[in-house]
């Protein structure tokens, strides 16, 4: 298996356009989150699914966040409009199911500029 | 969210010394993870504990899922420069949300 996919791995976008990051979790994996991780704040969880459906997110940080799972193989979380304080590294994550070890990509960094 | 406090925040050693750190929480958790990340990749899994009192081995790398289930502790053993990066625990707490640690920042000094 190639693991957790994500794209693209950087991304540089002028403030108020909208970003769209994309995550492939590994195959069979029922479970999938998002994190994002900056320096002051570390890696924070935004949102997590299980089966496709969203079950928390509370983590998100405000309405321009919004993240879908249209499918078991695909999930993209999406700004809009950005803000150069969304500059971060954006995780995905999966797990067979919560509880279970999970398995990261290697992360998309997000410059707003 | 849930935080997990992760000590120290960074530590330099010589190598060939041995490391620990550890991590806890103000609410229980179910499961104990501890990551590695290296510079510009995700965090890569080490060590995954299932049960409270819980020892696990894998190479140098030992961790233990604390009897509390508020905390756990990685150590590593004979240090060598490749070990050099940020460990992270994470883990799964009663409501299966999935929360990371501050992190502990490891220098090995050839």
């Known amino acids: 298996d190639a693991g957790v996919i994500q794209s693209p791995r950087h991304e540089v976008t002028e403030m108020g356009q909208e970003v769209t990051l994309r995550c492939k979790p590994i195959s069979g994996h029922n479970s999938l989150f998002w994190y994002r991780q900056t320096m002051m704040r570390g890696l924070e969880l935004l949102i997590y699914f299980n089966n496709n459906v969203p079950i928390d997110d509370s983590g998100m940080p405000e309405d321009r966040f919004s993240a879908k799972m249209p499918n078991a193989s695909f999930s993209t979380l999406k700004i809009q409009p950005s803000e150069p304080r969304d500059s971060a590294v954006y995780f995905c994550a999966s797990t067979l199911t919560p509880g279970l070890e999970a398995f990261f990509g290697q992360g998309t960094r997000l410059t707003v500029v | 969210g849930q935080q997990l406090n992760q000590s120290p925040q960074s530590m330099f050693i010589q190598e060939g010394e041995d490391v620990s750190m550890n991590c806890t929480s103000s609410s229980i958790f179910n499961t104990w993870l501890w990551y590695k990340q290296d510079p510009g990749e995700g965090p890569v899994l080490l060590i995954a504990l299932y049960k409270a009192g819980e020892l696990t081995s894998n190479g140098r790398l030992t961790a233990q899922f604390g009897i509390t289930r508020k905390d756990s502790f990685l150590n590593i053993s004979a240090s060598i420069p490749s070990d050099v990066g940020i460990y992270f625990c994470?883990?799964?707490?009663?409501?299966?949300?999935?929360?990371f640690g501050t992190g502990t920042s490891l220098t090995v000094i050839p």
């Open positions: 994470a883990g799964y707490n009663t409501g299966n949300q999935f929360y």
